[in-house]
């Protein structure tokens, strides 16, 4: 239990068109989803909250018009790069926290999107 | 947030334990401690997690402090597919956002 899926798992997109990544939770609901970044040999860094039915709750320093969240329904969330540059390349990380009833608080990732914008 | 303090690296030899430490003097009363790892070009993997008491599970121990400001994952017996960077984590509440930090990279030696 507690897949958590991303697709594509890989994109290569042109400067200045917009990429959309999807997160599924596929055996479970998830009320809260996550979205990280993560640049070569670097760490994890948050971006966004994602809450169903609600607006993204935005890390400092993240454009909200740059890197659009939509968490539409309990299993899927979504996050579209617009006009991307070369700069947004990087590997897309979604995580999802759901209730099933055992009180489980801990983190469910995706496997990953990496993105190379040319 | 309270930050967690770990070594940058650690190697092991396959078949045995590994010990991770991780130092966090300024936790809290409610944070509670997680441990995630990443295998290369993968999203993290959920380890571990406790509050006070020690805790095991199939995948690792995870023994803490009394005083709490200090944690050490313990993997039992390592293999290959162990290696991975480790991170240690606080939370402030079931669910809450994740900060990572540089984690320790452990090498297992066949």
């Known amino acids: 239990g507690a897949v958590v899926s991303q697709h594509p798992s890989w994109v290569i997109c042109k400067s200045g068109t917009s990429v959309k990544i999807e997160c599924r939770s596929l055996d479970f609901q998830a009320t809260t989803m996550f979205w990280y970044r993560q640049f070569p040999k670097q760490s994890l860094m948050l971006m966004a909250t994602?809450?169903?039915?609600?607006?993204?709750t935005y890390e400092q320093g993240v454009e909200k018009d740059k890197f659009l969240i939509n968490h539409a329904s309990l299993t899927l969330s979504t996050l579209t790069v617009t006009s991307a540059h070369p700069e947004d390349s990087s590997f897309y990380i979604c995580?999802?926290?759901?209730?099933w009833g055992q009180g489980a608080d801990e983190q469910y990732f995706g496997p990953g999107t990496r993105l190379t914008v040319t | 947030d309270a930050k967690t303090t770990q070594p940058n690296s650690m190697e092991s030899n396959e078949e045995e334990p590994v010990h991770l430490p991780c130092n966090h003097s300024?936790?809290?009363?409610?944070?509670?401690i997680h441990w995630y790892r990443q295998l290369p070009s993968q999203g993290p993997e959920y380890v571990i997690h406790?509050?006070?008491s020690n805790v095991n599970n199939r995948m690792a121990s995870l023994a803490i402090a009394e005083d709490r400001k200090s944690s050490t994952l313990i993997l039992h017996r390592a293999t290959l597919r162990d290696a991975a960077v480790y991170y240690c984590?606080?939370?402030?509440?079931?669910?809450?956002?994740?900060?990572f930090g540089g984690g320790t990279r452990v090498l297992v030696k066949p």
């Open positions: 406790g509050l006070t």
């Open positions: 995580s999802a926290r759901g209730y």
């Open positions: 984590i606080l939370v402030k509440a079931a669910g809450n956002k994740l900060t």
């Open positions: 994602s809450n169903e039915g609600s607006k993204a």
């Open positions: 300024t936790i809290s009363g409610t944070d509670y």
